[in-house]
C-alpha cells in the first residue's frame, strides 16, 4: 500500500501494557433466541463440533447453553428459560448477538482490579466455580454497548469447558470447515463513541492502537466510516472498533446501530489456513457471502503483486485479496447470519499481512450497499 501509514505490529507493541496479560480469546458467549437449533445451524454449516452443554437437565433452570468447538474457537449460545430476565431483555433489544467476549487469563482477579482500577465498570467480581473436576474463576468487566469481557482463569480445571456444564457429545458430528482460530472481532460504536472505547481500550485493557482510517480512507458514494484497531501486548487478541460517519445515505455502521438499537459486535473474524477449501465448504453448507463484481479482479494482481494461489478459484468463489508491508491476506465476509442485519462474519487467510484489508473496503461496501439497497436500508 502506498499511502501506508500503517505502524507494524512489532514497532507498536512493546508499548502496550502488561498488567493486563491475556492469553487468548477464551470463548464467545452469544444470546439467542433457540440454542438448540443455532447449535444445529452454527454445526451444519459452519462445521462447529458439540462440545459441552448445560440445562435442565444439570440443574441450570433458567437458561440452556450449547457448547461448541472447532479447533481453538469456542462458541456458547445461550437461551433463557422463562420470561422477564436480563437475558431476555439482550434478546428483546439486540436480537441474537454477543453478550460477552472472554478473554482467558491466568488470574481473573487481578485482571478485574487491574482494569476495574483503571475505570472499567465491574460486570462482576471475581467468583470461583468448582466441580469435581478442579475450579475456574470468572470475573468481567463492561465494554461497548451491552457487551462484556469476561476473565477467565482455567489452570486449575481439568474437566470439559467450566464447572455447571457436562459434556455433550451427540452421535451427530458434521466435519469441520477448517476454521482455526478468532483473528479479530469488530465492534460497532454508537456516533461519537470510537475514541471513547478507543481509550478504554488503552487506558483500561494497556491495549494500543495499531491503525486508524477516518472516512477519508473508506468512503463510497454513500458509506463512510472511521476505524481503529487496537491490539493487546502480544498481538493476539485484536479488536478493531467502527464508527459510523455521515455519508450521503445511511451507512452500514449506521444501519447496524439502528437494528441492533445500540453499540455491538459486528463481525467476527476466524482463521483459516485454506480459505479456498474453507469457503467451498461454507457455501456447498449454506453459508450466504457477499459477492464482488468480476472486475474486481481484473487488475487485482498488478494492485497486490504475486501470490501463491491460483487465481482462478479466488475468483470464482469471490475470494478478496490485499496487500500490505508485512504480506498479503485472503479474506471473505458472509451476509449477516441473524434475521436482523447485525452481526457477520469473516474468514481470513493471513500470508503475512497483519492489517484488515483496507484496499478491498470499497468493493466490499459497494457490495453491502446493493445488499443494503435490497433491504430498504439506503
Ligand atoms: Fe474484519
Redesign the pocket.
Known amino acids: 500500500m502506498s499511502e501506508n501509514t500503517i505502524p507494524q505490529l512489532e514497532k507498536i507493541l512493546p508499548e502496550a501494557a502488561d498488567f493486563l496479560p491475556l492469553l487468548g480469546t477464551d470463548h464467545i458467549e452469544l444470546i439467542v433466541g433457540n440454542a438448540k437449533q443455532s447449535a444445529f445451524y452454527y454445526m451444519t454449516a459452519w462445521g462447529f463440533q458439540p462440545f459441552a452443554y448445560k440445562g435442565l437437565e444439570t440443574g441450570s433452570k433458567d437458561s440452556v447453553s450449547y457448547v461448541l468447538k472447532q479447533d481453538k474457537i469456542v462458541l456458547v449460545l445461550t437461551t433463557p428459560l422463562h420470561s422477564g430476565g436480563v437475558l431476555n431483555k439482550h434478546l428483546n433489544d439486540h436480537g441474537d448477538g454477543v453478550k460477552s467476549i472472554a478473554l482467558w487469563v491466568e488470574d481473573a482477579t487481578k485482571s478485574w482490579e487491574e482494569t476495574t482500577k483503571r475505570g472499567a465498570k465491574s460486570a462482576f467480581e471475581p467468583e470461583v466455580r468448582k466441580d469435581d473436576n478442579g475450579e475456574v474463576v470468572l470475573s468481567a468487566i463492561h465494554t461497548y454497548g451491552e457487551t462484556i469481557h469476561v476473565f477467565v482463569e482455567r489452570h486449575n480445571y481439568n474437566g470439559v469447558f467450566m464447572p455447571g456444564y457436562r459434556a455433550w457429545n451427540p452421535e451427530y458430528k458434521p466435519e469441520d470447515a477448517g476454521l482455526k482460530y478468532i483473528?479479530?472481532m469488530?465492534g460497532n460504536v454508537n456516533w461519537g463513541e470510537m475514541n471513547t472505547w478507543g481509550k478504554f481500550y488503552a487506558e483500561v485493557m494497556g491495549f494500543a492502537q495499531i491503525i486508524s482510517f477516518d472516512d477519508k480512507d473508506i468512503s463510497t458514494e454513500y458509506t463512510a466510516l472511521m476505524s481503529k484497531v487496537m491490539s493487546n501486548g502480544n498481538g493476539r487478541i485484536k479488536f478493531?472498533i467502527n464508527e459510523p460517519a455521515k455519508g450521503r445515505k445511511k451507512s452500514q455502521i449506521e444501519e447496524y446501530i439502528d437494528y441492533y438499537e445500540g453499540s455491538g459486535c459486528q463481525?467476527i473474524?476466524l482463521a483459516t489456513d485454506d480459505i479456498v477449501k474453507t469457503v467451498t465448504a461454507l457455501k456447498a453448507r449454506g453459508v450466504d457471502f457477499l459477492y464482488v463484481p468480476e472486475t474486481y479482479y481484473d487488475d487485482i494482481l498488478e494492485r497486490v503483486g504475486e501470490i501463491k494461489e491460483d487465481l482462478e478459484p479466488l475468483k470464482k468463489l469471490g475470494i478478496l485479496i490485499d496487500r500490505d508491508e508485512d504480506g498479503y491476506l485472503l479474506?471473505l465476509?458472509t451476509k449477516p447470519v441473524l434475521d436482523r442485519p447485525t452481526m457477520f462474519f469473516?474468514i481470513?487467510q493471513r500470508h503475512g499481512a497483519t492489517s484488515?484489508?483496507k484496499g478491498n473496503f470499497k468493493a466490499l461496501f459497494e457490495a453491502i450497499e446493493r445488499e443494503q439497497e435490497s433491504r430498504g436500508t439506503l
Open positions: 483473528d479479530h469488530v478493531p463481525h473474524a479474506q465476509f469473516e481470513i484488515f484489508g
